[in-house]
């Protein structure tokens, strides 16, 4: 196949059989370019990071679990291209250079490249924004120094890059579908292919596991996937839109959802990830499932031309078994519109930036004074995304007061058995949802992450 | 003036730009091959046989060396000859490797090293402390105990007693750039090696043995690595090696790299101690005398285990004169990764051992913790910046450690009470003591801790260094000396050292890669030492041009050569002033040699590690540090809110590089001591081997509030401008996060925490419910 885009300001078109050759391996062994480093080959520690603009947007992304026929159309800038044509450092690189950002050096195009792409988007939640790039040797406080400092100067010229023109990719070795329908036919036929969506969990199959992916198929082009739409009863999440995109979708909406949301994975993930790829993975602690099924959310299934929804909960059958017939995909997810009592949890060992051992979401309508509707659910605690249904039962018709809620912590144990893992043991995640429980009764069930440094809530 | 100027890393241009080079980005010659090893999935057994079929024919495979390829086998040790490159029989861990695959490309190579099938005889592994002690399965002999008073006597006169153990974790050091190396074969049987080490010297030796040739035909070079934290002191060896063999055989250049996950599978890591402590002290918390074990999991080699373990009981007092003292120090073998060297090589285990115990004392008097270390500290002493002159309320004794060296250059008391003032420390104390009675949600606490660390390799010979200088014609510079580049700045150090001593231009001189070629038998760019001792051996070495510059000079102008003046990019001599260049120009016009070596000693250290005694270290680097922290009680949750530091570097050779490393040790080290979270399963494979499941810090773990200073005090003894060391002695200040930690948790259960390392969300609520 032939692979188009524009790199650091040159058009390039890439001939290559291989579907999964990632941007990574292609900068530094057949294009020369050695500046963007492997760090992990899995996407957590951002030294690969590149900044890639197409009709989504600028975004910062992993070019280790970036396949080149996603970069089809779009304008790729490495950190070779961030300095002006004519040497001038761009904003970012003179503060790094002027806080001395840099200590070895080796995360620091990763770096420069994330927040050249957030400078661009006049982002300034610097350490939300660098949250997916590791620092080994500063100790951060500098990079988020030049991050403030870079703030106040205007974006250079060069950085403004449009998409080129879009030729349908050609040749053969993988699909690109340009709609869903045009996906659901070739799906049918070939119901044993792989779907990459935004490869962070596809790319490490290939980095880690070397997985064969038989055919492939790259959904980036089906816009129609793509959509978000609200009317007065639900708002209804295509399968490709990225988590960068559902967060602030519903952060207006359950704003401790977004919150949770901003610590799933990184910029450079939700950059990618999708909510489509996060379901239909079917990973027990996949983050948007638990407030998901907590907001009675909908999937949408669809097969060549046949469409189905189910209770979102109801896909998840087992460990690795979801309720997906060959040649189906996952189309949309549907959220009922309701008045917002949605509470989320998620805890890991580090705050930002890690995956989750428990990840608990409650949704807790009340009607006169009682809970009518409580919907409790948790990843981390079952081999699925699993809904606390004991517990919810404890809480049904119940004043929140904190005997109900003690009652109620009591009834995890009957609806978990959590294994132990090195993320946590089971005795923890069950002390962990009991502890998100209780905390429900402080009327504080704000983060110690929320706490500045006078240990005020802010 | 360019010393004690705040000037950016000499790279950091090349840094912002992606234009630095490391290991993996240098170019290689074309037909370049690549290398990956495939490693034992079992702990403990015997290897019965080993299929490598399906590796040999998987796509892209060259060749496959297998152990019964190599006679003799390479060994890749740093200290004892007791590791092999390839197993040899006994699979000693869960990630040593049994074979090395050669392919035309780092995929393919890594592709086939999962294709062989292993029959192992598995076996039961030693992997924990208790294994390792059940089994008698330890280094060095048994315990090496060192004693300084009558401990005994000590505790069963003490008014009040009291004992404990902690448990601390090991740490991956999670370098950026993973170990890599390129060999490019030579004529004649040499060899040219580039990799990622702190200790080219090391690879050119394990090199030249396992290509059985003199070290004069091996060339090692390494011009930065991409962090390094102790993990390159070592654990490159086998890399280099493998590159060097396949190249040998090839006759092709070979490189390899770890993917990121073989990296934390194969490599050694921090090593994990148990402290136990029985501790006298007297009703205001004065310590009496201590009895320490330290056991050490060392894994399965020895590698630098000794010295680590040793350095863990150099640093048993950290800033306390304690008149007796006992320590029992367990070497253990476990089928795990060797550990090895991690910045601090067992410091940080040594004074959070000490740190605990004085805590735990001021726990059990009721007392402030800071009062309590406070009373416990060593006398300062002052001094006229030349000499001692005197020592502080306590009198004119000056105090030795439990292994006999005098601590004449105390500075903590008054660092202390300075750090203390500026943070605010008692009001805080009271303040967070008074909210916490209030809080049924977030807990906070809070703790000031010192460091007092000890400065020269405890291994007295490798303390030593050389430099070699030159200056062209046309005033440039061109320099090289021992050390090695991997972050920290010693380049640019050493560049404003020539810089001052030429009274030049900084930008007229330019650092190459480290090289074995120009400088030889060079020690590692390890224990903080870099500056210190490759500083003064350019010092040295551009004094010697200078010295015959000014000579030719003086001669010329008929006046003497202390008449001679280098400053401002200049050099004025009896009215003229020539332009640096031009003074370099007329020398070699002259027939001056404009080239020098130089060379360093660290002098008045001895030490007799079998008695444990005297004075290993040249000198002490001091700091403190206090850090607040916020935890929530419903699910163990915390964060740093507040951390202030004052950290002694001497008469800093460069603010802002200083600055750096104080601010990331600490990172670092809070880490460790909370995050940071190694886990093996019950089989001995390691469950954390990536990013994905190994935490180190990100940028939203800085503390909101973190205020860095450097405390205004040059060093006593005659280093490099006065200043002092300061790679490692930082990361100590994490253990204020630790201790702080465990405040919140004692004030909120109402009896001593007790906390193990490191302290995650789990562990903290354990410990909130009483449950650990």
């Not at chain 1, 661009?120 to 590791?134: P, S, Y």
């Not at chain 1, 080129?164 to 993988?174: K, Q, R, W």
Request: hydrophobic content about 40%.
């Amino acid at each position: 196949m032939e692979i188009t885009f524009r790199l650091n300001g040159d058009d390039v078109t890439v001939a290559t059989d291989d579907p999964t050759l990632t941007l990574l391996d292609w900068l530094r062994e057949d294009r020369g370019l050695r500046g963007t480093k492997e760090g992990c080959n899995e996407g957590d520690c951002g030294a690969c990071s590149v900044v890639v603009t197409s009709r989504d947007g600028v975004r910062a992304l992993n070019a280790c679990i970036l396949f080149l026929p996603q970069l089809h159309g779009k304008v790729v800038r490495t950190v070779e291209g961030i300095a002006a044509p004519d040497g001038t450092l761009h904003p970012v690189q003179a503060a790094m250079v002027e806080r001395h950002g840099s200590q070895c050096g080796f995360c620091t195009p990763g770096f420069v490249t994330t927040m050249a792409a957030a400078h661009l988007a006049g982002a300034t939640d610097h350490a939300d924004q660098v949250a997916g790039n590791l620092c080994r040797c500063t100790g951060y406080a500098p990079i988020l120094a030049a991050c403030v400092d870079a703030a106040e100067a205007p974006v250079p010229d060069h950085m403004h890059d449009e998409p080129p023109a879009t030729p349908a990719m050609v040749g053969t070795g993988a699909f690109a579908p340009r709609d869903g329908n045009d996906l659901a036919e070739w799906y049918v036929d070939h119901p044993d292919a792989t779907l990459v969506a935004g490869a962070t969990d596809v790319g490490l199959w290939v980095t880690k596991q070397f997985r064969d992916l038989g055919d492939v198929a790259f959904l980036a082009g089906c816009e129609d996937l793509k959509v978000i739409e609200q009317d007065a009863d639900v708002i209804r999440i295509g399968a490709m839109v990225d988590m960068e995109r559902l967060r602030h979708a519903v952060a207006p909406l359950h704003p401790q959802f977004a919150e949770m949301l901003r610590r799933y994975g990184s910029v450079q993930v939700r950059n990618a990830a999708t909510v489509g790829g996060n379901i239909a993975n079917g990973s027990p602690i996949g983050d948007s499932p638990p407030p998901l099924i907590a907001l009675g959310a909908r999937l949408h299934l669809r097969r060549g031309g046949e469409r189905r929804d189910i209770a979102l909960e109801d896909f998840f059958l087992d460990y690795g078994r979801q309720d997906r017939r060959p040649g189906e995909f996952v189309e949309a997810v549907t959220i009922p519109r309701q008045p917002d009592r949605l509470h989320v949890a998620k805890l890991s060992k580090r705050f930002d930036q890690d995956i989750s051992a428990v990840c608990g979401a409650f949704n807790l309508p009340t009607t006169d004074g009682v809970l009518s509707g409580v919907r409790v659910a948790f990843g981390g605690m079952a081999g699925v995304p699993k809904r606390a249904r004991a517990v919810e039962s404890a809480l049904e018709g119940r004043a929140l007061t904190a005997d109900v809620l003690r009652a109620a912590a009591d009834r995890f144990a009957d609806d978990f058995q959590p294994l132990s893992d090195m993320r946590a043991s089971a005795a923890y995640r069950l002390a962990a949802c009991r502890g998100m429980l209780m905390r429900l009764g402080t009327g504080s069930a704000r983060s110690v992450m929320d706490l500045d440094a006078a240990g005020v809530a802010r | 003036m360019t010393v004690a100027k705040p000037l950016p890393h000499e790279s950091a241009i090349l840094h912002v730009t992606g234009a630095a080079r490391y290991a993996d980005d240098v170019p290689a010659p074309a037909g370049c091959l690549h290398l990956a090893f495939g490693v034992a999935e079992v702990a403990a057994g015997r290897l019965s046989a080993l299929d490598v079929e399906a590796v040999r024919t998987a796509p892209g495979v060259v060749a496959v060396i297998t152990p019964d390829d190599l006679d003799p086998m390479p060994d890749c040790s740093p200290s004892l000859h007791d590791e092999p490159l390839l197993c040899t029989g006994d699979v000693q861990y869960a990630g040593q490797p049994l074979y090395l695959v050669i392919a035309t490309s780092h995929r393919a190579a890594r592709r086939a090293a999962r294709l062989h099938v292993a029959e192992v005889e598995e076996a039961r592994p030693i992997l924990t402390i208790d294994d390792a002690l059940e089994a008698e399965a330890w280094f060095d002999g048994g315990p090496r105990v060192w004693s300084d008073g009558d401990v005994d006597a000590a505790l069963a006169n003490a008014p009040r007693t009291l004992s404990g153990t902690i448990e601390i974790g090991g740490q991956e050091h999670f370098y950026l750039e993973g170990q890599a190396a390129l060999a490019l074969p030579g004529e004649d049987g040499s060899c040219h090696v580039i990799t990622s080490t702190q200790h080219p010297t090391e690879i050119q030796h394990k090199v030249a043995d396992a290509l059985g040739v003199p070290m004069h035909a091996v060339r090692s070079e390494v011009r930065r690595m991409g962090g390094g934290f102790g993990g390159k002191e070592s654990q490159g060896n086998a890399l280099a090696i493998a590159c060097a063999v396949a190249a040998d055989r090839t006759g092709r250049a070979c490189r390899m790299r770890y993917d990121r996950d073989d990296d934390f599978v194969i490599t050694g890591k921090r090593h994990d101690f148990r402290i136990g402590y029985d501790v006298g002290h007297d009703d205001d918390g004065r310590v009496l005398g201590v009895r320490f074990r330290h056991w050490v999991r060392c894994g399965w080699a020895q590698d630098l285990s000794l010295p680590v373990a040793d350095r863990a009981m150099l640093h048993a007092d950290n800033a306390y004169d304690i008149p007796a003292m006992r320590i029992e120090s367990w070497r253990l073998r476990t089928n795990t990764q060797s550990a090895t060297a991690f910045r601090g090589f067992g410091g940080p285990q040594g004074m959070l051992g000490i740190e605990r115990v004085l805590d735990h004392v001021a726990d059990a008097v009721g007392r402030d913790p800071l009062a309590v270390r406070r009373l416990n500290y060593y006398p300062d002493r002052r001094h006229d910046g030349r000499h001692d002159v005197g020592g502080d309320v306590r009198g004119d004794v000056v105090p030795t450690t439990h292994y006999g060296q005098p601590v004449d250059d105390f500075c903590l008391g008054a660092l202390t009470d300075a750090l203390a003032e500026r943070c605010d420390y008692a009001h805080r104390r009271d303040a967070i003591r008074a909210a916490n009675a209030g809080s049924d949600h977030i807990l906070r606490g809070i703790a000031l801790t010192p460091v007092k660390f000890g400065i020269s390799f405890t291994l007295t010979h490798l303390n030593q260094a050389g430099a070699l200088v030159h200056v062209y014609a046309d005033g440039s510079i061109h320099l090289n000396h021992g050390g090695t580049e991997m972050g920290q700045g010693l380049h640019s150090k050493v560049a404003q050292i020539a810089a001052h001593r030429f009274g030049c231009d900084p930008a007229r001189i330019r650092i190459t890669a480290t090289d074995t070629g120009k400088v030889p038998n060079t020690s590692a760019t390890a224990a903080s030492s870099g500056a210190d001792l490759n500083g003064m051996a350019v010092a040295n070495a551009c004094d010697e041009i200078r010295n015959r510059i000014g000579a030719f000079l003086a001669e010329r102008h008929q006046t003497t050569p202390d008449a001679v003046t280098f400053a401002d990019d200049a050099v004025a001599v009896g009215g003229a002033e020539y332009p640096f260049h031009d003074a370099d120009a007329q020398a070699y016009a002259a027939r001056i040699s404009l080239s020098a070596t130089g060379f360093y000693a660290t002098p008045d250290i001895r030490w007799d590690r079998d008695k444990g005694q005297g004075r290993p270290f040249y000198y002490y680097a001091y700091g403190a540090s206090c850090s607040e922290v916020a935890v929530d009680r419903f699910t163990g949750e915390y964060r740093i809110l507040r951390t202030d530091i004052l950290h002694d570097a001497g008469n800093s050779l460069n603010p802002a590089l200083d600055r750096g490393q104080i601010e990331g040790g600490f990172v670092q080290g809070a880490g460790w001591l909370t995050v940071e979270e190694l886990v093996w399963d019950d089989r001995g494979r390691l469950r954390t081997h990536a990013p994905s499941t190994y935490k180190i810090p990100c940028a939203s773990d800085v503390p909101p509030v973190f205020n860095v200073d450097l405390w205004d005090g040059s060093n006593r003894q005659d280093t490099i401008y006065r200043s002092k060391a300061v790679g490692e002695p930082p990361f100590m200040h994490g253990i204020g996060v630790f201790l702080a930690l465990s405040d919140a948790v004692t004030q909120r259960t109402g009896r001593y925490a007790h906390l193990d390392a490191p302290a995650t969300p789990e562990r903290m609520l354990r410990a909130l419910n009483g449950t650990s």
